[in-house]
């Protein structure tokens, strides 16, 4: 046991600050969506567009990306990322992006070549946004089952079908989508990956309004939709397979430490500063020993991160540790949201831009996104079941068809 | 930056792990548990040909000279094994308090003792944790008078490491002590009441601030119950995914129910991290002074809390078996929640906490 970075990590640290310091002024604010085409301004890129080529430059976004895709090309290092993500975080900076941390991944591991060369520079440059179409109204925890079809006329994919609760997809420029094309094959065996843009013809996006108030996702229409034959990821049928390593890496950011530890220290600032009856909230012992759990919490969260991040450096399998992060992580950061409001009190409650509305109405909006991310991602029940099963080796439930057979 | 236990912290783990295997059974237990035998002597014997009692003293002092996180290694698999045998205020606290706080003839009187274990030290400090209302213990030229009221592994002492209500640290000799042994829920360790009445004692008096010697020392021993609790609750919950795999209802295996299932999982996401947490305190006394009070308050605290939720949830998926005294089950209970209350509540060490932070 050693928390001490060797000298090239420091090094590394250190010209991260120096880099934040200097060019802390150029990193746009919290833009939660990028411009549409239509808005985009025609003179060149926007400033999130030249803040993500300042960073990959540097190698602090895009980092392992090929150069030849117009990433930075670095060796994998879980450390760096760390010191990455930690940095950010501590700076409170907007970091950069890989692209989409689910679409890029998956065609870097399986796309073709013209594949590649297509998708991953205008992504990690910013300038070619994503969204997934997994979930349907039929089927969401048990996506395979999903019935959107696609069949092969000529040299295309004719998709008919609907998508739900698809994030984004009003803005996207792109989708990668799950259909199925083989209708007859075992569930898990027909189903193919598409990517395509948002704006061919028969796409039919209509938002839907969250618990938040804002239009945050989506539902998805297609209407005999024409998607060239070449524009599959993986094999015809293979797409569950191309799915789930999309998945693996969609898992992985949430329930991030990182974030739990600045959400921490925002409440220990927020409870330093608000005062009821004239005095600090964290001079009210309840609150307070509520505080406290939360940080016992939080630290064992950011431990567990240290370990699995060792393991990654050893190449090993982190098990356990990995399985719980979205669990844990994502409840965690739902419950700091709650302690914030609850020492606000009816203050806690203001939103709608409201007079007298703390943080922006941030904590509200967390607590109900927070609430949305426990859902969203695979649900605490079904990571409950991937825990039990696949950590913990526990049977599986048994298959209803099984029993009427 | 490495994160993770290095063989040789492995394998001594293992090599504890083992001979706990081989010598301290559920049997073993229960047989001692039955005399209220909380010193087995065939395994203290054994644990000591190992050198476990001297694993924080000193090679000068015959000890392995090792550190808190290799101490915390052993506690939490004495913890899994319920193991009758003391180990936290003997050879945890009591040599950390000499070596911080003796004299080099102190030290050459008892770490060499305690090392081999041929003498054994109980610990009274509760006095100074959190004072109840029995005569407060305090001192008189060269003894010490009063009484304390919980003391931990009074089985066999031969000393005892006192501290009295003013943050002092003394040795006196059990010959000297009245002890009146109290009986708690979990019948593996043993606590009691010690009156002292003008009791000849060593005061260890060989530091600038005894009180901050006595706090570290403590940060010790909740670091090393907090692993006790990690081992305990990691036997429970292990237990408890076992008899899910095994045990039918319906025509089913219990383990593919979700509710049965899903309180698994649960023990799991709590108790994984909790291992991250226990490793960091002990590493943060060993090497990060400034972070070690923090994090020694919050492993207390949070495997206090974690460790009895798992008790709970492990018992209840043994269903009535749980409950019986036929699977022992309980012991693992007992020890978890005896563990809770030791060197302060979960309440009182997260007070610290915000203490130490500057939040009070
Ligand atoms: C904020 C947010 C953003 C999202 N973004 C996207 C997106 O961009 N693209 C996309 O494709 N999807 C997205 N989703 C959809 C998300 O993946 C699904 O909501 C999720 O997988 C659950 O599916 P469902 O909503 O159909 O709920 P259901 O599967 O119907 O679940 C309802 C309840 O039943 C429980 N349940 C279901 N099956 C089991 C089981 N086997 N065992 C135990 N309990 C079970 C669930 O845990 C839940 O409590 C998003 C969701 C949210 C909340």
Redesign the pocket.
């Known amino acids: 046991m050693d928390l001490e970075y060797s000298t090239e990590y420091q090094t590394f640290r250190d010209e991260l600050r120096e880099f934040l310091r200097e060019h802390k002024h150029l990193s746009p604010g919290a833009i939660v969506r990028r411009p549409t085409e239509r808005e985009q301004p025609q003179d060149g890129p926007n400033p999130a567009q030249r803040w993500q080529q300042l960073l990959i430059e540097h190698g602090y976004a895009a980092r392992t990306i090929p150069k030849e895709y117009g990433g930075y090309g670095a060796e994998p290092d879980p450390l760096k990322n760390h010191i990455i993500a930690e940095e950010f975080a501590k700076a409170r900076v907007r970091p950069g992006h890989s692209g989409d941390n689910r679409l890029v991944p998956t065609v870097l591991e399986l796309g073709t070549e013209d594949q590649k060369q297509w998708l991953v520079p205008p992504s990690i440059r910013g300038e070619m946004s994503w969204?997934?179409?997994?979930?349907e109204p039929g089927s969401?925890?048990?996506?395979a089952s999903l019935t959107t079809r696609a069949e092969v006329d000529g040299d295309d994919f004719v998709i008919n079908g609907q998508?739900i609760?698809?994030?984004?997809a009003q803005y996207a420029d792109m989708m990668f989508c799950l259909v199925r094309t083989e209708p007859d094959a075992p569930k898990h065996q027909g189903i193919s990956y598409l990517v395509f843009s948002m704006d061919r013809p028969g796409i039919e996006v209509r938002p839907l309004v969250?618990m938040t108030g804002e239009a945050?996702?989506n539902e998805v229409f297609f209407t005999d939709v024409r998607v060239p034959k070449n524009q599959i990821i993986g094999k015809r049928g293979e797409g569950w397979f191309v799915a789930n390593t999309t998945l693996k890496h969609e898992r992985e950011g949430l329930g991030d430490p990182n974030q739990a530890e600045n959400r921490f220290r925002e409440i220990v600032e927020l409870m330093e500063t608000e005062k009821v009856d004239g005095k600090p909230i964290m001079s009210n012992a309840t609150h307070r020993d509520r505080l406290l759990q939360l940080q016992g919490r939080m630290l064992a969260m950011k431990y567990n991160g240290m370990r699995v991040l060792t393991s990654q450096r050893k190449h090993e399998e982190p098990g356990l540790p990995r399985w719980i992060i979205k669990l844990q992580g994502c409840e965690l950061n739902h419950q700091m949201a709650a302690m914030a409001i609850d020492s606000l009190g009816e203050l806690g409650t203001l939103y709608h831009r409201s007079d007298h509305m703390r943080a922006g109405g941030m904590w509200q909006q967390r607590f109900m996104m927070d609430l949305?991310?426990i859902?969203?991602?695979?649900?605490?029940?079904?990571q409950k079941?991937m825990i039990g099963e696949r950590a913990l080796g526990l049977p599986k439930e048994p298959k209803i068809e099984e029993k009427s057979a | 930056m490495d994160f993770a236990l290095s063989e040789e912290q492995q394998y001594l783990q293992q090599t504890v792990m083992d001979l706990l295997a081989d010598s301290c059974s559920l049997d073993v237990v229960r047989a001692d548990a039955s005399e209220n035998q909380t010193k087995n002597s065939d395994l203290f014997a054994s644990l000591a040909q190992l050198g476990i009692q001297g694993t924080l003293i000193s090679e000068d002092y015959g000890g392995v000279g090792l550190r808190l996180i290799d101490a915390a290694l052993i506690a939490e698999a004495l913890g899994s094994c319920v193991a009758t045998v003391p180990f936290i205020g003997n050879s945890v606290i009591a040599p950390l308090a000499i070596d911080l706080a003796g004299s080099d003839e102190q030290k050459n009187n008892w770490l060499p003792r305690l090392a081999s274990g041929e003498i054994t030290c109980g610990i009274a400090l509760g006095e100074h944790v959190g004072a109840r209302d029995n005569d407060p213990i305090t001192r008189e030229k060269d003894t010490i008078s009063g009484v304390a009221m919980f003391a931990l592994e009074v089985q066999d002492a031969d000393i005892f490491l006192v501290a009295t209500n003013e943050g002092e640290l003394h040795i006196v000799e059990s010959q000297n002590v009245h002890v009146n042994p109290l009986f708690s829920i979990d019948k593996t360790r043993s606590i009691g009441e010690l009156t002292l009445e003008g009791t000849p004692s060593d005061h260890l008096a060989h530091c600038t601030d005894p009180s901050d010697v006595l706090a570290r020392v403590v940060d010790a021993g909740r670091v090393a119950i907090a692993a006790d609790t990690l081992g305990a609750s990691q036997t429970m919950l292990n237990k408890a995914v076992e008899y899910a795999g095994e045990r039918q209802q319906f025509n089913r295996v219990i383990g593919s129910f979700?509710a049965v299932k899903h309180m698994c999982a649960e023990m799991a996401a709590e108790l994984e991290p909790c291992r991250s947490l226990v490793w960091y305190a002990a590493h943060a006394y060993d090497t990060i002074a400034q972070e070690a009070r923090l994090t020694a308050c919050h492993a207390k605290a949070h495997l206090a809390e974690v460790g009895r939720f798992v008790a709970r949830k492990a018992t209840e998926v043994h269903g009535g078996m749980g409950f019986t005294d036929l699977l022992g089950l309980h012991y693992w209970f007992k020890r978890v929640e005896l563990n809770r209350q030791l060197l302060g509540t979960p309440e009182f060490v997260r007070n610290i906490a915000a203490e130490v932070q500057g939040w009070t």
């Open positions: 969204c997934q179409g997994y979930s969401g925890s048990d996506l998508k609760w698809t994030s984004g969250t945050t996702f949305g991310l859902i969203g991602g695979g649900t605490a029940q079904i079941n | 979700q």
